[in-house]
């Protein structure tokens, strides 16, 4: 299910560096979780069977990319805690995914925006990742790569048909816009954790990134024959644990048996 | 032959090459019966794959483990693969989804009834694969040599991806029984809500089952009701006490003579019950298909009114 | 407006390099893009596949069973077209 890991973790990041290294794993690890967990709410719900298939494909990669990133981050942090720990003994303001991530699905369109937002960022920090010096990182983003391209594809077009479908699916793109164009800026905001493993070389820079990013979305949106939305004001938050209320709803259901039952094997 | 076929009606000439287990493929002609009968039970088995995705769906959001969510997530968007599948079989009998979906929609077409009981427990996840998938691939292995071509295409590629469903089932089971009491009181729970149920998806008795003699004619059945429930039973019992689970019924005893488990009556006032739409989630089984098809509407719209541009646009830059 | 549902398309996977394209299955999809990316979810999740053809059910045509006879019984006296057909002597090597 999650990627092999390689065999030494030889690592050529700085020791300094390795402190900031597990918290912003685990951002990667919760951030593809949380995405995949909503995602998975569409399974039997879909519009259509064609695409309840796809939205599963979907939320699985992310599932497997997410483990892969919790056992790293359980390596980094040698305390003996394990995937399962990390994923589902931690509180909600311990958890660092950006607030996009956790918004509910709401209609298609919703979920469709939601998904176009994440994988540009996604791929194009995957893109970097793989190349980057943290042997681990680069690893499991090697492989991911390939699946954020896939789910970018997929959800690119989806915005076109949606903005170039009809008045009523045009109506709820915009909606969706409304909705949650203030939760992408989050994505590209680097907080100190993200900024000190920039300053080392671990992480690209988000300026960059964010310039092969609006240059898609332009792409896109052209195509969907939507304007590009105005910059809004971004809400932020989520990767340093202050979320919107979603989460601990969210989290109250996928740590339920956890919780319920703690210390058991299943 | 020349002769032979001369005499012969075509429905004689049809079960013919059904008896030389020869299949019939869309084109061919068949008897009027033969496709309704067909049309009405591969959908009915793609109907009972889309609803049997919402009980265990129901868990996936709760899986206790990020392996159990990932194998639970993959398991149910199997069950899409196989209604589609399935679907597309039916279609090439000359109906379509659309119309497929609006029988279930309006309570024409029927599904399997197992899905109307709740799933209440984690260890019901471990039932559903363990029993349910256990007694449907028992139904489904002989519809692999059915006589229909793409239904028996269907039914291969469905049964490929079916055997990790019940070995996942088992292997859910047995970590609860190995686990803590707490667990293997669950899974003993589980297993008495659903023994009795699992062994209704077979139907009704061969003696109140009419069409069974037609549909096994026609090979688009190939064992009786009751022939299944007794193959079923003499496989459950032993991997139950494997488990040291009790299945609830203490009429099932080893018999000698037979060379099989006797067991106890079923509930047929149940089954009918349920069958008739008042098991406990029957309305919200076909409630949450038609919300999910009613609000996806829209969205096919969408999708359909954008190919439609785009080719238009094409056509003008050609 | 477009109340009908997508239109259906048969798929054709080749499993590996090599091999021919082989009919899988159908599904349904707005348009082709769709149907090649619909059909790598539906029916490649198992490695089964390393490159999908679509084409729209509508534009298949086929042999009519009611030609069968006509069409293939013919070819089946032509038993001189099988190597199997022919004695070669035993002590003949490589034929």
Same mark, same amino acid.
């Given at each position: 299910?999650?990627?092999?890991?390689?065999?030494?973790?030889?690592?050529?990041?700085?020791?300094?560096?390795?402190?900031?290294?597990?918290?912003?794993?685990?951002?990667?690890?919760?951030?593809?979780?949380?995405?995949?967990? =909503?995602?998975?709410?569409?399974?039997?719900?879909?519009?259509? #069977?064609?695409?309840?298939?796809?939205?599963?494909?979907?939320?699985?990669?992310?599932?497997?990319?997410?483990?892969?990133?919790?056992?790293?981050?359980?390596?980094?942090?040698?305390?003996?805690?394990?995937?399962?720990?990390?994923?589902?003994?931690?509180?909600?303001?311990?958890?660092?995914?950006?607030?996009?991530?956790?918004?509910?699905?709401?209609?298609?369109?919703?979920?469709?925006?939601?998904?176009?937002?994440?994988?540009?960022?996604?791929?194009?920090?995957? =893109?970097?990742?793989?190349?980057?010096?943290?042997?681990?990182?680069?690893?499991?983003?090697?492989?991911?790569?390939?699946?954020?391209?896939?789910?970018?594809?997929?959800?690119?077009?989806?915005?076109? =048909?949606?903005?170039?479908?009809?008045?009523?699916?045009?109506?709820?793109?915009?909606?969706?816009?409304?909705?949650?164009?203030?939760?992408?800026?989050?994505?590209?905001?680097?907080?100190?954790?993200?900024?000190?493993?920039?300053?080392?070389?671990?992480?690209?820079?988000?300026?960059?990134?964010?310039?092969?990013?609006?240059?898609?979305?332009?792409?896109?949106?052209?195509?969907?024959?939507?304007?590009?939305?105005?910059?809004?004001?971004?809400?932020?938050?989520?990767?340093?644990?202050?979320?919107?209320?979603? #989460?601990?709803?969210?989290?109250?259901?996928?740590?339920?048996?956890? =919780?319920?039952?703690?210390?058991?094997?299943? | 032959?020349?002769?032979?076929?001369?005499?012969?009606?075509?429905?004689?000439?049809?079960?013919?090459?059904?008896?030389?287990?020869?299949?019939?493929?869309?084109?061919?002609?068949?008897?009027?019966?033969?496709?309704?009968?067909?049309?009405?039970?591969?959908?009915?088995?793609?109907?009972?794959?889309?609803?049997?995705?919402?009980?265990?769906?129901?868990?996936?959001?709760?899986?206790?483990?990020?392996?159990?969510?990932?194998?639970?997530?993959?398991?149910?968007?199997?069950?899409?693969?196989?209604?589609?599948?399935?679907?597309?079989?039916?279609?090439?009998?000359?109906?379509?989804?659309?119309?497929?979906?609006?029988?279930?929609?309006?309570?024409?077409?029927?599904?399997?009834?197992?899905?109307?009981?709740?799933?209440?427990?984690?260890?019901?996840?471990?039932?559903?694969?363990?029993?349910?998938?256990? *007694?449907?691939?028992?139904?489904?292995?002989?519809?692999?040599?059915?006589?229909?071509?793409?239904?028996?295409? *269907?039914?291969?590629?469905? @049964?490929?991806?079916?055997?990790?469903?019940?070995?996942?089932?088992?292997?859910?089971?047995?970590?609860?029984?190995?686990?803590?009491?707490?667990?293997?009181?669950?899974?003993?729970?589980?297993?008495?809500?659903?023994?009795?149920?699992?062994?209704?998806?077979?139907?009704?008795?061969?003696?109140?089952?009419?069409?069974?003699?037609?549909?096994?004619?026609?090979?688009?059945?190939?064992?009786?009701?009751?022939?299944?429930?007794?193959?079923?039973?003499?496989?459950?019992?032993?991997?139950?006490?494997?488990?040291?689970?009790?299945?609830?019924?203490?009429?099932?005893?080893?018999?000698?003579?037979?060379?099989?488990?006797?067991?106890?009556?079923?509930?047929?006032?149940?089954?009918?019950?349920?069958?008739?739409?008042?098991?406990? @989630?029957?309305?919200?089984?076909?409630?949450?298909?038609?919300?999910?098809?009613?609000?996806?509407?829209?969205?096919?719209?969408?999708?359909?009114?954008?190919?439609?541009?785009?080719?238009?646009?094409?056509?003008?830059?050609? | 407006?477009?109340?009908?549902?997508?239109?259906?398309?048969?798929?054709?996977?080749?499993?590996?390099?090599?091999?021919?394209?082989?009919?899988?299955?159908?599904?349904?999809?707005? &348009?082709?893009?769709?149907?090649?990316?619909?059909?790598?979810?539906?029916?490649?999740?198992?490695?089964?596949?390393?490159?999908?053809?679509?084409?729209?059910?509508?534009?298949?045509?086929?042999?009519?069973?009611?030609?069968?006879?006509?069409?293939? &019984?013919?070819?089946? &006296?032509?038993?001189?077209?099988?190597?199997?057909?022919?004695?070669?002597? &035993?002590?003949?090597?490589?034929?």
């Amino acid at each position: 299910m999650s990627a092999p890991l390689p065999e030494t973790p030889a690592t050529s990041v700085p020791a300094a560096a390795s402190n900031q290294l597990f918290p912003f794993v685990l951002q990667l690890a919760d951030t593809s979780l949380i995405l995949a967990h =909503r995602l998975s709410e569409w399974c039997g719900h879909g519009p259509v #069977l064609e695409q309840d298939l796809a939205l599963a494909n979907i939320a699985l990669d992310l599932l497997g990319e997410a483990r892969s990133y919790y056992q790293y981050a359980a390596e980094l942090e040698g305390q003996g805690r394990t995937e399962d720990d990390l994923a589902y003994l931690r509180s909600a303001v311990e958890y660092r995914n950006p607030l996009l991530v956790e918004q509910p699905n709401g209609d298609f369109a919703h979920t469709i925006l939601r998904q176009f937002l994440f994988d540009n960022f996604h791929y194009h920090l995957l =893109r970097k990742l793989k190349d980057g010096p943290d042997t681990q990182l680069a690893a499991i983003a090697e492989k991911s790569v390939k699946e954020a391209a896939y789910h970018l594809k997929w959800s690119s077009e989806w915005v076109i =048909r949606l903005g170039d479908g009809t008045d009523e699916s045009r109506k709820r793109l915009d909606k969706a816009i409304a909705t949650l164009w203030r939760f992408g800026g989050e994505l590209t905001t680097p907080t100190a954790t993200e900024t000190a493993l920039q300053e080392i070389g671990v992480l690209p820079d988000y300026a960059a990134l964010l310039a092969e990013m609006q240059a898609h979305t332009a792409h896109v949106f052209a195509e969907a024959t939507v304007p590009l939305p105005a910059p809004a004001f971004a809400q932020l938050g989520g990767k340093t644990g202050r979320h919107t209320e979603h #989460l601990g709803y969210l989290l109250s259901e996928l740590q339920y048996m956890q =919780r319920t039952y703690p210390g058991l094997t299943w | 032959m020349e002769t032979l076929e001369k005499v012969l009606t075509p429905e004689e000439q049809f079960q013919a090459r059904i008896d030389a287990d020869v299949r019939i493929e869309p084109k061919d002609w068949m008897p009027d019966a033969y496709r309704k009968t067909l049309i009405r039970q591969i959908s009915q088995h793609a109907h009972s794959e889309l609803v049997g995705m919402l009980p265990e769906g129901n868990w996936i959001t709760r899986a206790p483990s990020l392996k159990r969510k990932s194998i639970l997530l993959a398991k149910v968007q199997d069950e899409a693969g196989h209604g589609l599948y399935l679907y597309s079989a039916a279609e090439t009998l000359g109906t379509t989804r659309d119309q497929m979906l609006a029988d279930l929609h309006s309570g024409k077409a029927k599904y399997s009834s197992i899905f109307n009981y709740p799933t209440l427990s984690w260890a019901d996840m471990g039932c559903v694969g363990w029993l349910v998938d256990g *007694a449907a691939i028992l139904n489904q292995v002989p519809l692999c040599r059915t006589s229909y071509g793409p239904y028996a295409r *269907a039914m291969v590629r469905v @049964c490929k991806e079916e055997s990790f469903h019940q070995r996942q089932g088992f292997e859910v089971m047995q970590t609860l029984c190995e686990g803590a009491p707490v667990q293997k009181e669950m899974a003993q729970e589980a297993l008495n809500r659903w023994w009795w149920p699992t062994l209704m998806m077979f139907g009704p008795k061969d003696a109140d089952s009419p069409n069974t003699a037609q549909s096994m004619n026609w090979r688009i059945k190939r064992f009786t009701n009751d022939e299944l429930r007794q193959k079923f039973v003499d496989m459950m019992v032993p991997q139950a006490e494997f488990l040291g689970l009790t299945v609830p019924d203490p009429a099932v005893k080893w018999n000698e003579e037979r060379q099989a488990y006797d067991f106890g009556e079923v509930n047929w006032d149940e089954f009918w019950a349920v069958v008739k739409g008042n098991g406990l @989630c029957n309305h919200e089984r076909l409630q949450a298909r038609v919300q999910a098809h009613e609000d996806g509407a829209w969205v096919r719209e969408a999708a359909n009114a954008h190919a439609a541009k785009r080719a238009a646009r094409e056509a003008v830059a050609a | 407006m477009n109340q009908s549902e997508w239109p259906l398309w048969e798929v054709f996977i080749r499993s590996k390099q090599g091999l021919d394209h082989k009919h899988v299955g159908s599904l349904h999809a707005a &348009d082709a893009t769709m149907a090649v990316q619909n059909a790598r979810d539906v029916y490649t999740r198992r490695l089964e596949g390393v490159s999908i053809w679509v084409v729209e059910s509508k534009h298949i045509h086929a042999s009519n069973p009611d030609d069968s006879e006509a069409f293939f &019984d013919p070819a089946a &006296d032509k038993v001189y077209r099988h190597p199997t057909f022919y004695e070669v002597p &035993d002590s003949i090597k490589h034929m």
